[in-house]
């Protein structure tokens, strides 16, 4: 003998309000997630979004590009800029060399780099890291680019580390938009425009060169340097990776790079690699020089030597 | 041979001269050659000038020792400028003048009337003057480079003087690989234009870095460590969780 089944009651049931529960909750999930959309605050306009990669900007386009990045500095950080898009010059191909011997790891370059390069002032972001390394090992792991004591420390040298100017750089083989590639003065450039900040190329960097602008640059106007390339120090946008970039906007003025100025012991030796009587051609030839991770092949343009 | 050392003051002259242009570095090594080597310097301009001719980028054969080479180029090159001492030092006598302004003496003011001791080797062992001037250059003593006889210029090893302003001169005698180095650009801080078709460059000398009586570069602090996310020491993160 079975029950009677109970009439179903007039009004809301059992089933309804479990429904109306659960569609109020996924409203209101829904409504929590798509929340961060209410503070966001387009600060890329429209032009900037459907702007072209940097190799297929004419020169028409390239001049407004160029006039839009100087107004929106203008707009955001209060500074007056100039940002120039230089060009290889021919025949040249540069080279940087560096002398641990003479290096005392008082990390004057990586100031220089953090002002010249306009980076983020919170972060102390530079492009170079040196490191600390004992006496007879050359153990990159075991660097320390944190110390905190007179230089030089006993028993130590000291090792700059920036972007090495790869001729086979695994950064750019891994941009899944190519927003990254080699110069034919063999400057590896990061175009910040079409940079997707997936920061493939920051894991693929085997000497940490690359950074990622996890936040949008902080810089107080007055300190903001006006020169600007395109391609090297202009501000970053936040979520973009940049990188050294041998002070483009310099180098290829015929300037030599800021860390090179700032370097107050002369350990470090730039130029033209294709210039048989350059500096740089005379370390390579006359100093026994040596790559970082030489087994990986990446061919670094940028060399390392003891004075014997 | 002296003449023939490349840390000599006329080779120095020469190659500092010589990095400003080429042509003055021609004339300046042609003049200094002896007559049995005439043909072959002679020999050697016609090969420079003959390869001119082809259109060609040529290099004077034999550079002389402690020239900088640069590459044969139509446009003239701006000039790397070495910084040099004023000149003499003078010596603050804690004093001041009428004017409020500190009164300076020649080096050769006292020296004049003191007797010179060639085997002073630090100021601890004089008993006036030079007090706790820090002496930290191997075993030199004070007139192996101050030149006895006239204290405003500094003596060489052959016993020549030096004017104060060509210094590097001095330090080269027994620093030659770094001197070396120096003039190949290896060596010493420089600002400017690496490319000195579109400007000019500044070098450093000797004594901008170095200080002649302690040579070995001083401590420093460090400036401020990186502090970008993924370069902060795992036990620095852990610390401030």
């Known amino acids: 003998m079975s029950q009677p089944t109970t009439p179903p ?300 | 041979m002296p003449q023939e050392l490349s840390i000599n003051p006329q080779a120095m002259r020469g190659w500092n001269r010589a990095v400003g242009g080429g042509s003055v570095r021609h004339r300046n090594r042609v003049s200094k050659l002896s007559t049995t080597t005439w043909t072959v310097a002679v020999a050697a301009v016609v090969a420079v000038a003959g390869g001119m001719a082809f259109a060609q980028k040529s290099k004077a054969p034999a550079q002389a020792a402690g020239e900088i080479p640069r590459v044969a180029s139509a446009a003239p090159l701006h000039p790397v400028t070495i910084q040099r001492p004023a000149g003499p030092p003078r010596v603050n006598t804690g004093t001041t003048n009428f004017h409020g302004q500190a009164v300076t003496v020649a080096c050769g003011t006292c020296h004049a009337t003191t007797q010179p001791n060639a085997r002073t080797h630090t100021s601890a062992e004089l008993d006036q003057f030079h007090q706790g001037l820090k002496y930290a250059h191997g075993e030199l003593n004070c007139l192996s480079c101050h030149n006895a006889t006239n204290y405003d210029t500094l003596r060489l090893a052959d016993g020549r003087s030096v004017e104060f302003a060509d210094v590097m001169t001095l330090c080269g005698q027994c620093h030659g690989s770094q001197l070396r180095d120096y003039q190949h650009g290896a060596h010493g801080g420089m600002t400017g234009y690496w490319d000195l078709s579109r400007g000019p460059r500044t070098r450093n000398n000797c004594v901008n870095c170095h200080d002649p009586h302690s040579p070995k570069y001083p401590l420093a602090r460090p400036v401020f460590p990186p502090r970008d996310r993924i370069s902060v020491p795992v036990k620095a993160a852990a610390a401030n969780h």
């Open chain 1, 9 to 308: 009651a007039e009004g809301i049931t059992r089933r309804d309000m479990f429904k109306g529960l659960g569609a109020t909750l996924g409203l209101a999930a829904y409504a929590k997630a798509l929340a961060p959309l209410t503070e966001w605050k387009p600060f890329e306009s429209v032009e900037d979004f459907l702007q072209k990669h940097y190799s297929e900007l004419s020169a028409v386009d390239l001049e407004v590009v160029l006039k839009r990045i100087e107004k929106d500095t203008k707009k955001q950080y209060g500074a007056d800029v100039q940002v120039s898009a230089d060009r290889p010059q021919p025949g040249v191909k540069f080279g940087y060399a560096l002398n641990l011997s003479i290096c005392i790891g008082c990390r004057k370059c990586a100031e220089a780099c953090h002002k010249e390069n306009n980076h983020d002032r919170p972060s102390h972001q530079s492009y170079i890291r040196v490191l600390e390394m004992s006496n007879g090992s050359l153990d990159l792991e075991k660097g320390n680019a944190h110390y905190d004591h007179p230089v030089p420390a006993k028993d130590k040298f000291y090792m700059p580390i920036q972007c090495q100017q790869c001729d086979h750089p695994p950064c750019v083989d891994v941009c899944p938009v190519e927003a990254t590639w080699k110069e034919p003065d063999g400057i590896v450039v990061v175009d910040y425009n079409w940079c997707i900040g997936c920061r493939y190329c920051e894991a693929a960097c085997p000497y940490h060169a690359r950074r990622f602008n996890w936040s949008k640059p902080q810089i107080p106007a007055a300190e903001i340097n006006p020169v600007q390339g395109y391609l090297s120090n202009r501000i970053r946008p936040q979520g973009v990776m940049e990188k050294c970039t041998f002070c483009l906007h310099r180098t290829r003025n015929g300037k030599l790079p800021a860390c090179l100025e700032a370097c107050p012991t002369g350990a470090r030796v730039f130029g033209n690699l294709l210039d048989p009587d350059s500096e740089i051609r005379w370390v390579l030839q006359n100093k026994r020089v040596f790559v970082l991770k030489e087994e990986l092949g990446t061919k670094p343009q940028f060399f390392y030597f003891f004075d014997a």
